[in-house]
């Protein structure tokens, strides 16, 4: 039962390409995560989203941007990809800090895009 | 200093060794996660807790929370149990609503 889907596993584009990633969830959560991986950094919050048209930077926004026009998904956008760009993009997403029922919740990912820029 | 320290940053074990996995942080927490990446990237949330201990099948996750100290012990381990495993931790007074901050990981490899 598949909670967080992203559109492609594997992508190679050219430098200076437009890049979108996409992630979609069927939760109905209103948090929305975009991470980068990369060896010996571990993971890093690029964008995050608590809402529909909402987004907050992260630690590593440079030369990315996001969108959120529905609940459901969430868009990383290269404007112009580099090499130092490449990576493993992970996605995740989770319900609201205090839900009322609960302060804490859990985080569920996608199964990541690797991301070769060329 | 990062603020979420997981070691070893390596380890391989033979199949059927029992097996633990440290995770120490430096700030107020209110939850600590467990996660499990495989080969080809996709992660799994294992153990989400924030008191005493949680088991799931051969898994067992605990944490102390005065000694602001979380350990992943893996009993009779198996080849599939291949894996990167992260810590993650939610804090109390984070900047980003709902973030976590992550330690770089443990690489376990268990052979046949």
């Known amino acids: 039962d598949v909670k967080v889907t992203q559109s492609s596993r594997y992508l190679v584009k050219r430098t200076g390409e437009k890049v979108f990633l996409e992630c979609v969830q069927d939760?109905?959560?209103?948090?929305m995560f975009w991470y980068r991986q990369d060896p010996g950094l571990g993971l890093r919050l690029i964008y995050f989203?608590?809402?529909?048209?909402?987004?907050e930077k992260g630690d590593i926004p440079e030369g990315y941007s996001v969108s959120r026009e529905k609940k459901e998904r969430f868009s990383l956008i290269l404007e112009s990809a580099s090499t130092n760009q490449t990576s493993m993009y992970l996605c995740?997403?989770?319900?609201?800090?205090?839900?009322?029922?609960?302060?804490?919740?859990?985080?569920?990912f996608g199964q990541g895009t690797r991301l070769t820029v060329v | 200093k990062n603020e979420v320290e997981q070691s070893p940053q390596n380890l391989t074990a033979q199949e059927g060794e029992f097996i633990t996995i440290n995770c120490s942080y430096s700030?107020?927490?209110?939850?600590l996660h467990w996660l499990q990446q495989h080969p080809g990237g996709g992660i799994v949330s294992l153990f989400m807790?924030?008191?005493g201990k949680k088991k799931h099948g051969r898994l067992i996750a605990t944490i102390n929370i005065q000694e602001k100290h979380s350990s992943l012990h893996i009993t009779a381990s198996h080849p599939r149990d291949s894996a990167v495993y992260i810590c993650?931790?939610?804090?109390?007074?984070?900047?980003?609503?709902?973030?976590?901050?992550f330690g770089k990981g443990t690489k376990l490899s268990v052979k046949p």
């Open positions: 995740a997403s989770s319900a609201p800090w205090v839900t009322g029922r609960s302060m804490n919740t859990e985080a569920f």
């Open positions: 939760m109905d959560h209103e948090n």
């Open positions: 989203s608590y809402d529909v048209k909402m987004k």
């Open positions: 700030v107020g927490i209110s939850a």
């Open positions: 807790l924030s008191s």
């Open positions: 993650a931790v939610k804090t109390v007074n984070g900047g980003s609503q709902g973030n976590l901050i």
